[in-house]
């Protein structure tokens, strides 16, 4: 039998609530139906924003939204985005599906999303195709308070204060479509145009800037970019920025052919569970390049895209990356996000790829409709991570499980405290036809706990999804698979399942 100490006397750090943030970049339905629809368009809103899509983000306690991208970041020219929008530019999305991006979605829509959603704004700004100016121009528009050009710009066009910006992103995939720069070339575009994201008020907690970091294991990208960016001497600490990103995608049959969102085998479940538990690797050896520079972690790591990414569903715009959202979906969140929690020393933010109608969505909409993702789902339990105390735990007697070459441990976990109370979020990753796995899960303490409350998302079949004519079949559920006596709990952890119980 499987066995889980949990030491709650030992705390490891605290998990940031930016970690489980969201994504929301001008792709496909992301946005526009997904997010935003017409004032006039029939369906509740208000100034825009849905109020369905509003009311269930708000349910997941969304700490960050990341925005305008990706690869549309290094497009984007703010400007063609603010005023009257019957005046505002048209353009082609020639990175997402060559559709009319009419630009009605802009700096004030999106502070206007942040301040219904109550999470901090994270911005993407232009390296790529910007200037230094324009980018200077963006900060000085979105938080100067006094008497400027942009301040009163912003002014003009009915914001009088200015607002938060909490992060922001110096360019986006610099090493792909932001430019296909050589790491140190970006970082010295980083280190000159970052020094113009200036803090315009001292009351005010800084604007937290994001380097672009490296794709997946393009470790070289990561060495040269903090050679370049930092000085770290006795005497002088300058790291430039606050975070760095990383990319990652799972496709479980490869970049080129990704494979089905809903129709897979065994082989390829394990296939996609074995790339997803990648994320821990990639961490670990990035984390400890930039150890080398910065020991004391002062920088922290943002992975602000990750999740899958899925052939697109039949029928549907190739360059709007719509997908369903399976039980599969469920884990691979699950999996990543215990994996974050357990590295929050290092991680301190990610943002999911993305938020509506994209990629490995929280929400699915069509005209009126909406419904909720297992991965929504999922990220619903793991709220109660958000600002807690990282628990030490360790797993022993785990069994290996797979086909093939695609062997991966048939759990993971990770602990946490906040406010009295522990949430033990647990995966077990065998396939629909694997039967109960058993768990011993033991406090080091002598306490006798009770049971807050516990959760499970699982189906009996690994390829359940939600539709609009059945947006129930894959929820969130309440588990009553667990037995606790003193300071020991006693759990059956069905298959394909993501477990949440609390304690206290």
């Not at 017409?38 to 983000?57: F, H, Q």
């Not at 704004?121 to 000085?140: C, D, H, K, R």
């Not at 110096?170 to 430019?179: A, D, L, T």
């Not at 490995?360 to 909720?372: D, F, R, S």
């Amino acid at each position: 039998m499987a066995k889980l100490i949990i030491n709650e006397e030992k705390k490891r750090g605290r998990i940031a609530p930016e970690i489980y943030g969201q994504f929301s970049e001008h792709l496909g339905r992301g946005i526009y139906e997904g997010l935003y629809v017409k004032e006039d368009s029939g369906i509740p809103n208000v100034s825009g924003m849905r109020t369905d899509a509003v009311e269930a983000l708000k349910e997941l306690e969304v700490p960050v939204l990341r925005w305008p991208g990706g690869c549309f970041a290094d497009e984007y020219h703010w400007k063609d985005g603010i005023g009257d929008k019957k005046k505002r530019k048209r353009m082609i999305n020639t990175n997402w599906g060559g559709v009319v991006e009419d630009n009605s979605f802009g700096t004030h829509e999106f502070m206007e999303l942040c301040r219904q959603l109550g999470c901090k704004a994270y911005i993407n700004g232009n390296l790529g195709s910007g200037t230094v100016q324009e980018m200077a121009e963006w900060i000085e528009y979105l938080t100067f308070n006094g008497v400027s050009p942009m301040a009163d710009l912003r002014k003009e066009n009915g914001h009088e204060e200015p607002w938060n910006v909490d992060f922001f992103g110096v360019g986006n995939e610099n090493w792909g479509c932001g430019g296909n720069m050589t790491p140190e070339h970006y970082a010295n575009e980083y280190r000159r145009y970052q020094t113009f994201v200036k803090d315009y008020d001292e009351n005010r907690q800084p604007i937290r800037k994001v380097c672009c970091g490296p794709n997946v294991d393009d470790y070289v990208w990561t060495e040269g970019v903090m050679k370049t960016c930092f000085v770290n001497t006795e005497e002088k600490f300058h790291g430039y920025m606050d975070l760095l990103s990383l990319h990652y995608y799972v496709h479980p049959e490869g970049w080129e052919r990704k494979g089905s969102a809903t129709e897979f085998d065994d082989e390829v479940w394990y296939k996609t569970m074995y790339k997803a538990l990648y994320m821990e690797e990639l961490i670990q050896r990035h984390s400890a390049i930039m150890d080398q520079y910065d020991p004391e972690k002062r920088v922290g790591l943002a992975v602000d895209e990750w999740g899958t990414w899925f052939t697109c569903e039949p029928g549907t715009n190739p360059g709007f990356l719509y997908q369903q959202n399976t039980v599969r979906d469920a884990l691979v969140a699950g999996v990543t996000m215990n994996i974050f929690n357990r590295h929050c020393d290092r991680v301190k933010m990610a943002c999911i790829a993305q938020t509506v109608n994209v990629l490995q969505a929280m929400l699915l909409t069509e005209g009126g409709q909406m419904i909720k993702t297992p991965t929504y789902h999922v990220f619903h339990m793991y709220r109660h991570h958000q600002g807690a105390e990282l628990l030490s735990s360790e797993l022993t007697g785990v069994k290996e499980i797979g086909i093939g070459e695609w062997k991966v441990p048939q759990i993971t976990e990770s602990v946490s405290e906040k406010d009295g109370i522990i949430t033990i979020t647990l995966n077990n990753l065998s396939a629909s036809d694997s039967k109960n796995e058993e768990l011993d899960v033991q406090f080091a303490g002598n306490r006798t706990y009770e049971a807050v409350e516990a959760n499970v998302v699982t189906h009996k079949d690994m390829h359940a999804y939600n539709t609009f004519e059945e947006p129930e079949n894959v929820k969130e559920e309440p588990f009553n698979g667990y037995q606790i006596t003193g300071n020991r709990i006693k759990i059956t952890l069905p298959p394909c399942s993501v477990v949440e119980i609390r304690v206290k």
